[in-house]
């Protein structure tokens, strides 16, 4: 399960370094055609209004792939619910989300798993008594 764990967290912060890297190019796509010359003048402000919703969109989107990616890495607790979150809310995002999202799933799921989150962040035993 630890390879699977692995795996998982590595391409949910490939998937979110890609989705910001989605979000810069939008906004240089959007800046950039607002520069073109001889267009109405509403027209560039409305360009660059847009290229900002779409780039901070992705970004909003890009930053908990990331951060709970890294959390896996890290077999945090509050990571594994972050990602089943995001898994749940990644299939609609077909191809790869829904790819991705239904193997996070199968595997955050798993009772091994959730067992191996636990013990990770389960107290340590209390010292024994001086005899």
């Known amino acids: 399960m630890k390879d699977h764990i692995k795996v998982i967290g590595i391409l949910w912060v490939i998937l ?16 950039g055609v607002a520069e073109i010359p001889n267009v109405e003048d ?12 779409a780039s901070s969109f992705l970004g909003l989107i890009a930053l908990p792939q990331i951060i709970g990616g890294l ?3 890290g ?3 509050w990571a594994r619910i972050l990602m089943l979150v995001v898994s749940f809310l990644s299939l609609v995002h077909i191809p790869f989300g829904t790819a991705l999202g239904v193997y ?11 067992q191996l989150f636990h013990a990770g962040t389960a107290a340590p035993a209390p010292p024994a008594p001086p005899k």
């Not at 370094?17 to 796509?29: D, E, I, K, P, Y």
């Not at 595997?107 to 798993?113: G, K, V, Y």
Request: proline share 4%; hydrophobic share 60%.
């Open 104 to 114: 996070s799933m199968i595997i955050l799921f798993n009772p091994q798993t959730i």
């Open 71 to 73: 959390g896996l890495l």
């Open 42 to 53: 509403v027209g560039p402000g409305a360009l660059r209004i847009i290229g900002v919703l």
């Open 75 to 77: 077999h945090k607790e």
């Open 16 to 31: 979110g370094v890609f989705c910001l890297g989605l979000a810069f190019l939008a906004m240089l796509f959007f800046f």
